[in-house]
C-alpha cells in the first residue's frame, strides 16, 4: 500500500499531490484491526491491516493505489458500527418528564438527539427514548439509553442492555439491524 499526502477538498472529493481529484470511500474497521474495501474501478476486493490506525485521534484518509493503476482514498472509520443519517421524532423520558427530540442518526449501538433546550444533562446520565422508524412497519423502538457526548442541542447516546432480555428487545434489536441494511424486519 502506498501513502500520499492530500488536502481534504469538500467532504467526498481530495486533492491529491496537488493534481488529482478523486472520490472518497469510507471504510470501517473490523474488530481484527483490519479493512476491507473494493476498487471503485475494477472491482477488486481488498483487505488491509490498519492497525497502526486505529488510536489516531484525527481523521485518516490514506490514499490506496490498487494493482489496475486506480488511485482512490479511503477514509478510516473507527466505530464500531455504521451510521444512517435520519429525522425521526420522537420523545424521551429524562427525570420523570417527558419531551420532544429529534433523532438525527442511527447506528446499532446508539442515536444522536436533537433535544429541546435541557439544563443540567451531562456524560453519563440515563434516560428512555422512543420512536418510529420510518420501515414500512412503522417500528417503534423503545430504549433505555447513557448519554455519552453533548454538543449544543445535541447529545449522542448508547443503548443500554437491558439485565432481562425480552422478545420486545430482542424485536427492537433485530428492527435497528434490519433497518441498517435497509430491509424491513
Given amino acids: 500500500m ?24 469510507k471504510v ?11 476498487c471503485p474501478k475494477c472491482k477488486k476486493r481488498k483487505m488491509l491491516n490498519v492497525a497502526g490506525y486505529r ?10 493505489r490498487c494493482s489496475c493503476g486506480n488511485d482512490y482514498t479511503l477514509l478510516l472509520e473507527r466505530r464500531m458500527f455504521p451510521r444512517k443519517i435520519v429525522h425521526l421524532p420522537g420523545s424521551y423520558i429524562w427525570k420523570e418528564r417527558r419531551k420532544t427530540m429529534i433523532v438525527k442518526d442511527i447506528s446499532r449501538g446508539g442515536v444522536k438527539l436533537e433535544l429541546e433546550t435541557e ?19 412503522q417500528t417503534l423502538i423503545h ?14 447516546v448508547e ?3 437491558s439485565k432481562i432480555i425480552t422478545s420486545f428487545d430482542r424485536s427492537n434489536d433485530k428492527a435497528i439491524a434490519a433497518y441498517m441494511l435497509g430491509r424491513s424486519s
Fill in 143 to 156: 430504549k433505555e439509553v447513557t448519554v455519552r457526548y453533548e454538543r449544543g442541542p445535541c447529545i449522542g
Fill in 28 to 38: 470501517f474497521i473490523n474488530n481484527y484491526k483490519k479493512a476491507s474495501f473494493t
Fill in 55 to 64: 488510536n489516531i485521534q484525527e481523521e485518516v484518509r490514506i490514499t490506496h
Fill in 2 to 25: 502506498e501513502a500520499y499526502a492530500f488536502e481534504a477538498i469538500t467532504h467526498n472529493q481530495i486533492r491529491w499531490s496537488g493534481k488529482i481529484e478523486m472520490e472518497e470511500k
Fill in 119 to 137: 439544563k443540567g444533562m451531562k456524560i453519563g446520565d440515563r434516560l428512555v427514548i422512543e420512536f418510529c422508524l420510518d420501515d414500512p412497519r
Fill in 159 to 161: 443503548f443500554r442492555p
